[in-house]
């Protein structure tokens, strides 16, 4: 049987339109599979320059609405003290999902992507080409791409499911009517994890985020996260509640990561590619979802080099987070972080570097080791990691 197309993108997020689009403009048979996007995705919507460089020559950019973020502030409001971080032009913007989704969405059809607008039930290996079942029929094709998300289809019939102690809660509200340039950051003990504000160009987009597999609930999360708004004095707007699950790997649960096998790869949430502390994935959605594109479009085993690419270019940097991760949200490193950044330039500019996605995890410690303010730095590694 001759198949339909010669790859299936399954989900059109960011990583699977933009690895669409990638294929299309190569010349392949593409089908961007997906029943519900481009739509609003309960998250911060913060889209780094990094992130931008990679898809810039694609969309239009500079008509995307979005908000300029200046700063960013760290609270503290067990000791009422905050500390902010300035950020330069094109660190860090702020755009609706939607909108956001939408443009690379469009890129992807622009460039000869056939949408099919259903919702995948199955996957399965029919002798070299997979069989993706939907609502509405039935498409084959001879690779496949899994940009699903964190609850990837493709993931638990090619692979396995993430644990649900590899996956976090994210909550929260959308706060209409209200918008700012500066996002506002309070690291929490119990459970660990942070509670965000996040300008949007119309809104606030305000959550909390911890791990699954704390022992609490989203609607308890939500009632923290509305106490929080009410103290911050963010509650003026009207509230839109969210709820959506983030991938959050562990050391070992990156050492053991499948992301591809013989005719398919996953990308973005899919593959687990979210950074641990920041849950920060768009810059790795689009990067992977590129890489898997330009795997899928070559001969031979293409899918081996993807996941070395990866291995040795994303998941080395993400589980070295994932090492960071219990050290930073302990009570003495979340004073010491406020306190750091009020006092020290240089330790202000490793976080901004941080937020921007510029300062690896691998040079973190190094830099804050080589600021002037030595005792600082010293204090920072010993309670941290």
């Known amino acids: 049987m001759t198949n339909d197309v010669d790859v299936a993108v399954i989900g059109a997020g960011p990583s699977g339109s933009w690895a669409a689009r990638t294929l299309a403009t190569r010349g392949a048979r593409v089908a961007l599979v997906d029943g519900s996007h481009p739509r609003e995705k309960p998250c911060g919507g913060g889209v780094t320059g990094r992130a931008i460089a990679i898809v810039a020559h694609a969309i239009e950019h500079s008509a995307l609405p979005r908000a300029h973020i200046a700063s960013a502030r760290f609270v503290d409001r067990a000791r009422q003290t905050s500390a902010s971080v300035a950020l330069q032009t ?67 019939k090619l692979a396995r499911p993430f644990a649900r102690a590899d996956l976090s809660i994210a909550t929260g509200y959308f706060v209409h009517g209200a918008t700012s340039d500066e996002i506002v950051l309070e690291l929490l003990v119990d459970p660990p994890g942070y509670i965000w504000s996040f300008p949007r160009p119309t809104h606030l987009a305000v959550g909390i985020c911890t791990q699954a597999d704390q022992g609490t609930t989203a609607s308890a999360l939500r009632a923290r996260t509305r106490e929080w708004l009410h103290s911050m004095k963010l509650d003026n707007g009207a509230l839109a509640a969210y709820s959506w699950p983030i991938p959050s790997l562990s050391p070992r649960s990156f050492d053991r990561l499948t992301t591809a096998g013989p005719g ?50 994303i998941v080395a940097e993400l589980a070295l987070a994932a090492r960071y991760k219990a050290g930073f949200f302990k009570p003495r490193f979340t004073r010491l972080l406020v306190d750091a950044l009020a006092e020290s330039r240089r330790v202000r500019e490793v976080m901004a570097g941080l937020i921007a996605g510029t300062q690896p995890y691998k040079t973190l410690k190094r830099r804050l080791a080589r600021t002037a303010e030595f005792g600082l730095a010293w204090r920072w590694l010993r309670a941290g990691w």
């Open 264 to 313: 398919w790869c996953l990308a973005g949430d899919a593959a687990g590619l979210v950074d641990p502390i920041t849950r920060e994935g768009i810059y790795f959605a689009l990067l992977s979802g590129q890489w898997a594109a330009e795997a899928m479009a070559s001969a031979g085993e293409a899918h081996q080099r993807y996941r070395e690419q990866v291995r040795d270019e």
């Open 90 to 156: 094109g660190d860090l913007d702020v755009a609706s999902r939607s909108d956001f989704d939408s443009a690379l969405f469009s890129a992807a059809t622009a460039a000869g992507a056939r949408a099919v607008s259903t919702r995948v039930v199955d996957v399965t290996r029919d002798g070299s080409s997979f069989v993706i079942r939907t609502t509405s029929g039935s498409l084959r094709a001879s690779r496949l791409i899994g940009a699903d998300g964190a609850n990837s289809l493709v993931r638990r």
